[in-house]
């Protein structure tokens, strides 16, 4: 059984496939190394994160486990370019995991160098952040040619509207057991059933957990 596959038609009328472009981008940049995870999409509850890669397998299909890596589907009509930089930042800290790199610090939050080095390493673009360390994201120049070549320059043609609030109805609280993150910059507050690295798309600021 494959992973989740998600598709949807792009701004051109063609189709945009996570798996496949996940698979392209193994491929190209990892020579296959990586192992595959479950790319999947879903909503980021309001706090405006582009993505996360989850620390352990939390995903079983036909008894073989696999980590996550999420879109958040409020924001998936950014540019394809931009996308592409999400997919491969996540892709980097998937990497990491695999080889035993500890990539990040202060409980998940600071990218050290040596994220950096495995993302420049696979196509990425790297600066650094005053407080949060290096994960200022973009595409290197020659992945920008090789997404625009191989993927198309079409934007997906869809995103998940923001919620605007509760649903009415007289069911009981189900009992909290998320983990709480806060963004440091705008106090946006996020909440995960597991231990994620979330980015805030508004701010650029990685949550901390509460």
């Given at each position: 059984?494959?992973?989740?596959?998600?598709?949807y038609?792009?701004?051109?009328?063609?189709?945009?496939?996570?798996?496949?472009?996940?698979?392209?981008?193994?491929?190209?940049?990892y020579?296959?190394?990586?192992?595959?995870?479950?790319?999947?999409?879903?909503?980021?509850?309001?706090?405006?994160?582009?993505?996360?890669?989850?620390?352990?397998?939390?995903?079983?299909?036909?008894?073989?486990?696999?980590?996550?890596?999420?879109?958040?589907?409020?924001?998936?009509?950014?540019?394809?370019?931009?996308?592409?930089?999400?997919?491969?930042?996540?892709?980097?800290?998937?990497?990491?995991?695999?080889?035993?790199?500890?990539?990040?610090?202060?409980?998940?939050y600071?990218?050290?160098?040596?994220?950096?080095?495995?993302?420049?390493?696979?196509?990425?673009?790297?600066?650094?952040?005053?407080?949060?360390?290096?994960?200022?994201?973009?595409?290197?120049?020659?992945?920008?040619?090789?997404?625009?070549?191989?993927?198309?320059?079409?934007?997906?043609?869809?995103?998940?509207?923001?919620?605007?609030g509760?649903?009415?109805g007289?069911?009981?609280?189900?009992?909290?057991?998320?983990?709480?993150?806060?963004?440091?910059?705008?106090?946006?507050?996020?909440?995960?059933?597991?231990?994620?690295?979330?980015?805030?798309?508004?701010?650029?600021?990685?949550?901390?957990?509460?």
């Amino acid at each position: 059984m494959q992973p989740v596959q998600s598709t949807y038609k792009t701004k051109g009328g063609k189709h945009y496939e996570d798996r496949k472009n996940h698979s392209k981008i193994n491929e190209h940049f990892y020579d296959n190394e990586l192992t595959r995870p479950a790319i999947t999409v879903s909503p980021d509850g309001g706090c405006g994160a582009y993505g996360w890669c989850s620390i352990n397998e939390i995903w079983n299909a036909s008894g073989e486990k696999y980590r996550e890596i999420n879109l958040c589907a409020e924001y998936l009509d950014r540019p394809i370019f931009e996308l592409a930089a999400t997919l491969i930042h996540e892709m980097a800290h998937l990497y990491n995991l695999v080889h035993d790199i500890q990539d990040v610090s202060n409980n998940g939050y600071y990218h050290n160098m040596k994220f950096k080095a495995t993302a420049e390493a696979h196509g990425l673009h790297i600066e650094k952040h005053q407080k949060y360390g290096w994960t200022v994201t973009t595409l290197a120049p020659e992945t920008g040619a090789w997404i625009r070549e191989t993927i198309g320059e079409a934007g997906i043609n869809a995103s998940r509207l923001q919620e605007l609030g509760t649903t009415k109805g007289g069911s009981k609280k189900s009992k909290n057991r998320s983990i709480k993150y806060v963004c440091p910059c705008c106090g946006t507050i996020i909440r995960a059933t597991r231990e994620v690295n979330v980015i805030c798309g508004d701010c650029g600021e990685p949550f901390e957990q509460a």
